[in-house]
């Protein structure tokens, strides 16, 4: 079946360094591929998306790119910010719609020290 | 517009009751899914209604029921509960059916605690 891993954290920077949160994925065919956020106390927030191979999907200064030779879908942002603490979840979708809904990582837990 | 709006928050129930949980979605969605929240098993996909119809259901016992009425709003109810469906509960609602690349807007979500 479908499955995503992700490195857990927590992942502590200090602001302004670099940052990259690893995302892996098992899946048939060609999914969808997506990156949400969940602030303390919130739902999920979609950050950005990718549909299709070689896709990046980019969005507040995050991006990721859609490598289907690696399965890999690593989000990256070249200066964090206090505020980017949250948690991050990187997600497929089965291609066309699918039985069994998003499937997500355990979410990483982004800790940014002024 | 209004977001996806869950209610209640925050919960409390002791072993053996059942809750119901509610959500609506954000308006002209027709498309509403659960997921459980938990620390050890993370979000995992409960079912999707379109339409007032299950389309999609993960793999949950058969405690874990819900249903969508004609103005797209859902609800999910919880029989018999035990301490390990102490979770957050999410739900999430999108325009058309459920496929690749259309994104699900979520709300913030029904904390429950089984004692």
Same mark, same amino acid.
């Given at each position: 079946g479908n499955s995503v891993t992700q490195m857990e954290g927590p992942v502590t920077l200090s602001e302004e360094a670099f940052l990259t949160i690893n995302c892996t994925y098992t899946a048939t065919g060609y999914p969808s591929l997506f990156w949400y956020v969940q602030y303390p106390g919130e739902g999920l927030q979609l950050l950005l998306k990718a549909t299709k191979a070689d896709d990046k999907g980019s969005n507040k200064g995050f991006e990721a790119t859609y490598r289907k030779e690696t399965t890999s879908f690593h989000l990256e942002k070249g200066s964090v910010q206090v505020s980017d603490s949250a948690v991050y979840f990187c997600a497929l979708s089965r291609s066309g719609g699918g039985a069994d809904g998003l499937t997500f990582g355990k979410g990483t837990h982004l800790i940014i020290q002024p | 517009k209004a977001g996806v709006t869950q209610t209640p928050r925050y919960l409390i129930k002791t072993r053996? $009751? !059942?809750?119901?949980?509610?959500?609506?979605?954000?308006?002209?969605?027709?498309?509403?899914?659960?997921? $459980? !929240? /938990? &620390?050890? !098993?993370?979000? !995992?996909?409960?079912?999707?209604?379109?339409?007032? /119809? $299950?389309? %999609?259901?993960? %793999?949950? &016992?058969?405690r874990f029921s819900g249903r969508q009425f004609s103005n797209s709003r859902s609800e999910m109810n919880v029989s018999t509960l035990e301490l390990g469906d102490s979770a957050l509960y999410l739900c999430a609602s999108t325009l058309a059916g459920f496929a690749g690349a259309n994104v699900l807007t979520f709300g913030a979500g029904s904390r429950l605690t089984v004692l």
């Open positions: - | 053996g $009751q !059942q809750v119901t949980l509610s959500c609506s979605p954000i308006s002209g969605h027709r498309s509403v899914s659960w997921y $459980q !929240q /938990t &620390p050890g !098993q993370g979000l !995992q996909f409960l079912f999707e209604y379109f339409s007032e /119809t $299950q389309r %999609n259901k993960g %793999n949950f &016992p058969g």
